[in-house]
Every structure is written in structure tokens, then in C-alpha cells.
């Protein structure tokens, strides 16, 4: 069966005479990506004076009549599922939404269904444009399975591929909240240190010892002490825990994590680059016990995004967003400041 169509003429000037097929049609067509129009001109969807042109390469010809066959998107491989969202923000172009714990981004090995991308197909039926010739939505950026937040998703192609570029140059405002074992030393600084997969085990990063070799990516966490907690080591000021404001200027996977372990902080709960269960704790009672329980016993990494500011890629409008505390992060926050700080 013939997939609808619709069509999009473009004439080359003068000073397009010359330039490659795909980065003409690229510029000439907003709403489509380059790499959407190099697999629409091999898929011979592309005709230039009613011939059908399949080489990305091939140079403009200047008059010349090109015309862009569109299919309507196909149907996404995830099935949509009926499932709550708790919507922050929406529009025709973007959707923002505050993700749970345990709701994993895109289908996966582990996590075939109930994730973000099931639950989006689901609440935007009828309302996704397409996106790379698929009806799905434009995911541009993750936060893991157990982490909670603020998380945004394109609707159409023009606000996926704008999203990106806004991305791509790090102009999106991000900040989130962790729970640290210990406190980090200094209270407030900047880790700058390349991310790569870690050669002992592949699920996990780590940080690059030498990047000048050309390995890993780029990663700069900016991170700044609100609140310690406790205290761990008698004589000392060292505290047990602390609440951290990490600011992202990379957005690398696990980036935070791997940061904050590597300065000997990791997260509270986190079960990848924690090497400890709970916190350390001087002093006794029960807020002592309390605190060492709650940090001891927390289920996933303690990490939430809580802020997320760009410019609406379409409208222009300066938007920000918070999520507040997820119940499980204010509780174990609640039950550390109970911690004594002084023994």
C-alpha cells in the first residue's frame, strides 16, 4: 500500500548552482533535517525537472525544479500505553514533563514497555508530526531510569531539530539536586574532566585519565554545597552527607554520577559508582539512627533534575521550569538533618 505524500518544490538560484543536492535542499526545507533528506533522495523520493535524483552529492543545478516527495510518518515501533504523566508544560511544537524513578526513557533491554517514549505516543496521538519519517517523539536528552525531573520532548521535526542545536551548543539552562556521601571539598567548584566507557566495565563511564590520547568527551559539571549533614569523622568537620546543586555544561551519560564519585562524593543510593551502602555517621540516638538508615536503605541513585531553561525553539519565548522534591529525596533529606553534628 502507497504511503501519502506531500510535496515541496524548491528552484535553484543562481547562487545555489554547484552546491551539494542534500545541503541545498537541507537549507531550502527547515521542517527537514539533512540526514531526513539524504535518506529521502536515496529513497528516490527527490526529483529534480520531474527525474528522480538519488545522490546526496550531486551538484544543484541553477533553475533546475526540485521537488521532495514527504511520506507520512509510519507508525512507531513502541506501542503506546495509557500511562499518567505529569505534564509541566505543552504546545503544538514541544511537551516538558516531570519524569518518575523507575520510568525508563526509551524501550530497552529490561524496560520493553512502560517508558517515556510509550507513554508520549499514548498522550500525543494524532499530534506527531514525524520525526526522521516516524510518528514518535523527539527525545534530544535522557536522565536515567532511576532519576527524576524535568525532561523535555519535541513534537514536530522543526522543534526537534531546534531543541537539538540548543543542546549541541550547551545553551540550555540545567540544574540538579543530589544527595553526596560526604561533602565535597571545596564546598563549591567546577569538575572538568573527560567521560569515556569504562574498559573494565562497559555499563559503566569513567573519567578519561589522559585525555590528550583523544579518548572520551568532554564533560564540565559546576557543583555548589546547599546543606551538609552529620558528621563522619571524630574531631573533624567532615560531614556525613550533603545536599549538591550540580549545573550541567556537557550533558554526558552518567556525567554527574561519575563527576561526583570521582572527587570522592558519589551519590547516595547509587548502585553503579557508589561503593558503599548509606553514609557514615558519628554520634548516637534516634536521629543518629534515623539519618544512617534512610542514606542505608534509599532504593536508586539520589538525584533529581530540577530545573531546565531554553528558548522555545519555535515561538522564541524564554521558558524555565522547576520540579520540586520527589517524596522519596525529601524524605531522605528530612531524616538526615535529624544527623547529629557534633559528638
Not at 17 to 45: H, T
Not at 257 to 286: E, F, Q
Request: aromatic share 4%; glycine share 10%.
Amino acid at each position: 500500500m502507497t504511503r501519502p505524500t506531500h510535496r515541496m518544490t524548491f528552484t535553484a538560484a543562481p547562487d545555489d548552482a554547484g552546491k551539494r543536492l542534500d545541503v541545498f535542499l537541507a537549507a531550502a526545507a527547515e521542517n527537514l533535517s539533512r540526514s531526513r533528506l539524504k535518506a529521502l533522495i536515496l529513497d528516490g523520493a527527490v526529483t529534480m525537472d520531474g527525474v528522480a535524483e538519488t545522490n546526496p552529492k550531486k551538484p544543484v543545478v541553477a533553475g533546475a525544479e526540485y521537488v521532495i516527495a514527504v511520506p507520512e510518518p509510519v507508525a512507531a515501533t513502541p506501542e503506546p500505553q495509557d500511562i499518567p504523566l505529569d505534564i509541566l508544560f505543552e504546545d503544538e511544537h514541544l511537551i516538558v514533563l516531570n519524569k518518575p524513578s523507575g520510568m525508563a526513557v526509551h524501550p530497552a533491554p529490561g524496560s520493553q514497555d512502560g517508558t517515556l517514549v510509550n507513554a508520549l505516543l499514548f498522550h500525543c496521538q494524532g499530534q506527531l508530526s514525524g520525526i526522521g519519517g516516524v510518528e514518535r517523539p523527539g527525545i534530544v536528552h535522557r536522565i536515567d531510569k532511576l532519576t527524576t525531573g524535568v525532561l523535555v520532548a519535541a513534537k514536530t521535526e522543526p522543534a526537534h531539530l531546534g531543541l537539538s542545536a540548543l543542546f549541541s551548543t550547551h545553551d540550555i539552562e540545567r540544574a540538579y539536586l543530589a544527595v553526596t556521601r560526604g561533602a565535597p571539598r571545596p564546598s563549591q567548584g567546577t569538575v572538568d574532566e573527560h567521560i569515556a566507557r569504562s574498559s573494565g566495565d562497559r555499563k559503566k563511564m569513567a573519567v578519561v585519565k589522559n585525555p590528550e590520547a583523544g579518548f572520551g568527551r568532554h564533560a564540565i559539571t559546576h557543583y555548589k554545597t546547599l546543606e551538609t549533614f552529620g558528621i563522619r569523622e571524630k574531631g573533624t568537620n567532615f560531614p556525613s552527607a550533603a545536599l549538591v546543586e550540580c549545573r550541567l555544561e556537557t550533558g554526558r551519560t552518567h556525567q554527574i554520577r561519575v563527576h561526583m564519585a570521582h572527587i570522592g562524593t558519589p551519590l547516595v543510593g547509587d548502585p553503579v559508582y557508589g561503593r558503599h551502602k548509606g553514609v557514615s555517621v558519628l554520634g548516637s540516638g534516634p536521629g543518629r539512627d534515623a539519618g544512617f538508615d534512610a542514606a542505608r536503605t534509599f532504593p536508586r541513585q539520589a538525584l533529581h533534575a530540577a530545573v531546565l531553561g531554553f528558548v522555545h525553539p519555535i515561538t522564541k519565548e524564554a521558558l524555565r521550569f522547576e520540579a520540586p522534591l520527589p517524596e522519596d529525596m525529601s524524605d531522605l533529606i528530612a531524616a538526615l538533618r535529624r544527623l547529629p553534628k557534633q559528638v
